[in-house]
């Protein structure tokens, strides 16, 4: 297992096949890292594990993650459904005169990438697991 400068990583036990998910986005189904979706990512998988596998997931940190989109160094970034990134715009919020509030659910950030790639490549980011937009006041 690669991995890129300083990561928090949790260890546990994979709930689903995840062999062909290494750096992609994944989100907890009770205890147990599955298949990502936007708005639920957990953290990003850094080995290939079978279902009940032992699996290392990166909560914060330095980390690869393979994108669907092409994204440039500096770029914001979220999640599709597959787990892969996307560019996103950040700010994410709107002003509604009566606080802050997220302006959309797809509009989570999570990180930035530190080195781009193209359209299916692997990006160096910086991820933190809790996006930027989740609270309204």
């Not at 990003?44 to 092409?70: D, R, W």
């Not at 990180?111 to 933190?128: D, K």
Request: proline share 4%.
């Amino acid at each position: 297992m690669t991995t890129y400068g300083t990561q928090v990583n949790l260890p546990v036990v994979a709930g689903a096949d995840l062999t062909a998910k290494q750096y992609r986005g994944v989100r907890l189904a009770g205890t147990s890292p599955v298949s990502g979706q936007a708005a639920d990512v957990f953290g990003i998988i850094q080995n290939k594990p079978n279902t009940n596998e032992h699996a290392t997931v990166c909560v914060f940190g330095e980390s690869k993650l393979y994108f669907a989109l092409a994204i440039t160094a500096g770029t914001f970034f979220g999640f599709n459904d597959s787990g892969e990134g996307i560019p996103a715009a950040f700010p994410r919020w709107q002003n509604t005169g009566s606080g802050t509030v997220i302006s959309s659910a797809s509009a989570l950030c999570y990180g930035r990438a530190i080195i781009g790639c193209a359209s299916g490549g692997l990006a160096h980011v910086l991820f933190e697991s809790m996006p930027s937009g989740i609270a309204s006041y």
